[in-house]
Structure formats: C-alpha cells, structure tokens
C-alpha cells in the first residue's frame, strides 16, 4: 500500500468535500437563505461539512480497490422557501457543488498540462493528478439524479408534478438506493463512473486544443 498517496487522497477528499459543501451554503445565502450560515456551514472547517462515511470511508475504500473514487457529505441544510425563485434557487444551490469539483478538476488538469510539472511524479504531480480524479469523481457521482444527490434537485425544477411526488417521497430512502447500486452494480457502476470521467478529460484536452 502507498501510504503517501493514501495521505495525499485523504487530503484532497477532506479538501474537496468541504469546498463542495461551503459553495452549496454559499450560494444558499447569496439566494437570501441564512440556514446554512445559522447551521456553522458557511466555515472551512471540513468537520462541519464531512460524512465519516460518504465522504472518508467510502472514497478510501474506492481507491484502495483500485476504482474511480467517488462520495458524498453531509447535506448543507437549505429551506427553499426563503431561496429566490424557489425550485430553481434549489437547483442553483445544488448544482453550484458538482460545478466547484469540475472547476477544481479543470484547474489542476491546466496545471499539469501548461507547466513542468506533468514531467514529473513527485509530491505536486500526485496532489494535482488526485485533485482531478478525485474531484471528477464526486462531481460525476452527485450529478446522479437520485435524491438526495445534488442531480435530483436540478432533474425536480425540470419535472411534472407526479414526478415531484414521487421523487419526494423517494428522498427518505434514496441514499439507500445508491449503496445498492454500489453494492450490486458495483462494476457497471464504475464502468459508467469512468467512462463519464473519461469523456470530461477528453473535453478539458479539446478545450485547450490537445
């Protein structure tokens, strides 16, 4: 086992997670609702936003085994009815974490393709090649639009009202449904994680023309 870059993936998980979670509260009080800021999650203490599982156990758990590495923290806690615009303050809240790992992703994707680093394997070259992985990683697993997964608050805003319903009342048990999907799917799933992540490098090449 690489006990450095176990360290180095925690890092960038604990990292990660708490930006993913500070821009969902941030973007919950710009939209005028306080609840996360009443709550101490508008702070960059990780302990405030992270799950011991979702968020350290279950993504350890991916890497070690070789997979893409994936997870989920403690939900920041939001009441819609204070949001502007309500159902789409909701989706704007949500889909503002998913966007700050694809931006952490692409950032450090840019690092290591317009500068030396990328010519090496040291200390810098792990941190940035994990914080790309790592960050499309969760970005892709809460696109997924099963709640409560930040996917299934922008999916609500586009639905019809039976649909709503029904996505309510899966709220309560969905989490139980995505470790099943785990679980049992686990190699589909991750084929499906992959080549989602795949697909987005491809795009970050294109965007710089490589």
């Known amino acids: 086992m690489n006990i450095l870059g176990v360290v180095v993936v925690l890092c960038v998980i604990v990292f990660s997670m708490m930006l993913h979670e500070?821009?969902?509260?941030?973007?919950?009080?710009l939209l005028g609702d306080e609840t996360a800021k009443e709550d101490g999650r508008l702070t960059l203490n990780p302990l405030k936003h992270l799950d011991p599982f979702m968020s350290v156990i279950l993504p350890?758990?991916?890497?070690?085994?070789?997979g893409v590495v994936f997870g989920g923290a403690k939900p920041v806690p939001v009441n819609?009815?204070?949001?502007?615009?309500?159902?789409?303050?909701m989706a704007a809240v949500a889909i503002?974490?998913?966007?700050t790992n694809f931006v952490l992703a692409f950032v450090s994707f840019l690092i290591l393709e317009l500068t030396s680093v990328n010519a090496g394997s040291g200390l810098?070259?792990?941190?940035?090649?994990?914080?790309?992985?790592?960050?499309?990683?969760?970005?892709?697993?809460?696109?997924?639009?099963?709640p409560p997964l930040d996917g299934s608050r922008v999916l609500?805003?586009?639905?019809?009202?039976?649909?709503?319903?029904?996505?309510?009342?899966?709220?309560?048990?969905g989490i139980y449904i995505i470790?099943?999907?785990?679980?049992?799917?686990?190699?589909?799933?991750?084929?499906?994680?992959t080549g989602a992540i795949q697909?987005?490098?491809?795009?970050f090449y294109w965007i710089i023309g490589k």
């Open 60 to 66: 350890l758990i991916s890497y070690l085994l070789g």
């Open 179 to 193: 470790y099943i999907l785990i679980l049992v799917g686990g190699g589909v799933f991750s084929s499906v994680m």
């Open 22 to 29: 500070l821009v969902h509260g941030g973007m919950a009080y």
């Open 80 to 89: 819609p009815h204070r949001l502007k615009g309500r159902e789409w303050g």
């Open 156 to 173: 609500y805003v586009l639905m019809p009202d039976g649909v709503r319903e029904f996505m309510d009342k899966m709220e309560k048990f």
């Open 96 to 99: 503002a974490g998913p966007l």
């Open 124 to 146: 810098a070259y792990t941190i940035l090649i994990e914080m790309v992985f790592v960050n499309l990683g969760f970005g892709v697993f809460n696109l997924i639009p099963i």
């Open 199 to 203: 697909g987005i490098i491809d795009g």
